[in-house]
């Protein structure tokens, strides 16, 4: 009788086992649009008579040829009428994946957009040795160098070709670059970085524009706090980031386990001020208010995962779509 029990409990552990894992696998596909607003307070009332900016920001797409509910998700978010597109890196996660993201991102084209690219953009995934190393903090404090990070191989992915399918498409390349652009009737200082995470970031020099920028946006997909730091040096107003699928797994209560950068954990993801306040970043649909001198990150969860881990745990996939507006203090 007493080991009939123990076998129903262990078959039990298994079906619950295998429901989550379950789970985890269906949420990895349940795709969403989250719709957020960021408020910006001036001293000088110009620009407060424009309409919202509408940004799409889709990062961590990590796409496979054959995801065609991605593909499609993609194409859709054409329909909410956006004025500019902001990548931010791991397009990919195979070198035949390029003409399926051209596809997805068609819609798009001609419509003012930045870019910038991430460590899948430039090597394709391979799976890890030992994958609870993400969770130590201490492996983000790199030496600044390439080297730290990057793979021990050449690159796989197909990125020149990327970037100038891209810039055929009017989007500006933004690693270590910077950029003016006009977006419905909004004049635009873009600056990016390339991927913090192999440390091929370098912050391009200030330009000497004498005429004032409506809005001062930085792209970067890692949100290394030295990049987030000099992204408030230079004195922008948003920052779009990616790269940490917003821990991918998360535990109720506790939440993530990682960022997969030195970011807290508790800034996995979503809408938030920089430098760090101590608030809780803004995670689902809604606006935050930015005083005068105030940084805000946006930091969507991404679309995708590593092809070797598929699965998502309280996090599930999103793309943003960010209006931003401009009110006289």
């Known amino acids: 009788m007493k080991m009939r029990t123990v076998r129903r409990a262990a078959g039990l552990a298994v079906l619950g086992g295998a429901a989550v894992a379950a789970g985890a696998a269906v949420e990895a596909c349940a795709y969403r649009l989250q719709r957020r607003s960021v408020t910006l307070l001036r001293e000088e009332p110009a620009g407060d008579d424009l309409r919202p900016l509408r940004v799409i920001h889709l990062t961590d797409i990590h796409l496979l040829a054959c995801q065609a509910r991605k593909i499609d998700f993609i194409r859709?978010?054409?329909?909410?009428?956006?004025?500019?597109?902001?990548?931010?890196g791991d397009n990919l996660s195979s070198a035949h994946a390029l003409e399926a993201l051209l596809y997805a991102l068609e819609p798009f084209a001609g419509l003012p957009g930045a870019f910038v690219f991430g460590s899948n953009d430039y090597f394709s995934p391979r799976p890890k040795l030992n994958p609870f190393l993400y969770l130590v903090k201490s492996r983000y404090q790199g030496t600044g160098e390439a080297s730290s990070h990057a793979p021990d191989r050449a690159r796989d992915l197909p990125y020149a070709e990327m970037a100038a399918a891209f810039a055929d498409r009017g989007w500006a390349d933004l690693n270590n670059r910077r950029a003016r652009m006009r977006a419905a009737e909004w004049d635009l200082d873009l600056?990016?970085?390339d991927?913090?995470?192999?440390?091929?970031?370098?912050?391009?020099?200030?330009d000497d524009a004498e005429d004032e920028p409506r809005l001062r946006i930085g792209l970067a997909h890692a949100p290394y706090q030295r990049t987030l730091n000099a992204m408030k040096d230079d004195g922008r107003d948003l920052?779009?980031?990616?790269h940490t699928h917003g821990g991918q797994l998360a535990l109720p209560v506790i939440g993530s386990l990682t960022t997969n950068c030195d970011l807290p954990n508790r800034l996995d993801s979503g809408l938030f001020a920089w430098p760090d306040t101590g608030d809780e970043p803004l995670r689902g649909e809604g606006g935050v208010?930015?005083?005068?001198?105030?940084?805000y990150v946006d930091l969507p969860t991404g679309l995708g995962t590593?092809?070797?881990?598929?699965v998502r745990a309280l996090r599930p996939p999103e793309a943003v779509l960010l209006e931003v507006r401009v009110v006289a203090r």
């Open 289 to 295: 208010v930015a005083l005068p001198g105030e940084m």
């Open 239 to 242: 920052v779009l980031t990616g």
């Open 195 to 206: 991927d913090p995470h192999l440390f091929y970031d370098a912050f391009p020099p200030g």
């Open 191 to 193: 600056v990016g970085v």
């Open 76 to 88: 859709s978010l054409a329909q909410e009428d956006p004025d500019f597109i902001a990548l931010t």
């Open 306 to 310: 590593s092809p070797w881990v598929p």
